[in-house]
């Protein structure tokens, strides 16, 4: 059964705006999952999420939203460096199940946190 209390994920939490998804894009860092690709710009005030889970990679949208969904959990629950991140999801995630999705966005998140805080 579902939790029935659900984590809001609000505005200020969230890259709405191309250009804002451009310059983590453009000049921020990279790193690659099995399932996701992060791209992550430091220096924002608080930790922002943007998901890019394209209709092509990822065609049936429950799975899309199934896969957004994991993305915003595994963020809110993660602690997060401030700045941008935006995760692209690659074809490959249309099969994965909850824990490998999981599995993997926790290493991505990890592995862009500094070392003094791990």
């Given at each position: 059964?579902?939790?029935?209390?659900?984590?809001?994920?609000?505005?200020?939490?969230?890259?709405?705006?191309?250009?804002?998804?451009?310059?983590?894009f453009?000049t921020?860092?990279?790193?690659?999952?099995?399932?996701?690709?992060?791209?992550?710009?430091?220096g924002?005030?608080?930790?922002?999420l943007g998901?890019?889970?394209?209709?092509?990679a990822?065609?049936?949208?429950?799975?899309?939203?199934?896969?957004?969904?994991?993305?915003?959990?595994a963020?809110r629950?993660?602690?997060?460096?401030?700045?941008d991140?935006?995760?692209v999801?690659?074809?490959?995630?249309?099969?994965?199940?909850?824990?490998?999705?999981?599995?993997?966005?926790?290493?991505l998140?990890?592995?862009?946190?500094?070392?003094e805080?791990?």
């Amino acid at each position: 059964m579902a939790d029935p209390s659900p984590q809001p994920f609000p505005k200020s939490a969230r890259l709405r705006a191309a250009p804002e998804f451009q310059a983590v894009f453009k000049t921020g860092l990279k790193h690659s999952g099995v399932f996701f690709r992060l791209h992550f710009l430091p220096g924002s005030a608080s930790a922002r999420l943007g998901l890019a889970v394209p209709k092509k990679a990822v065609p049936l949208s429950v799975t899309r939203n199934r896969l957004k969904r994991l993305c915003r959990e595994a963020f809110r629950g993660t602690v997060k460096t401030p700045g941008d991140y935006v995760l692209v999801a690659y074809t490959r995630a249309r099969e994965a199940t909850n824990a490998e999705v999981r599995a993997d966005l926790g290493r991505l998140f990890s592995a862009m946190m500094p070392s003094e805080t791990l």
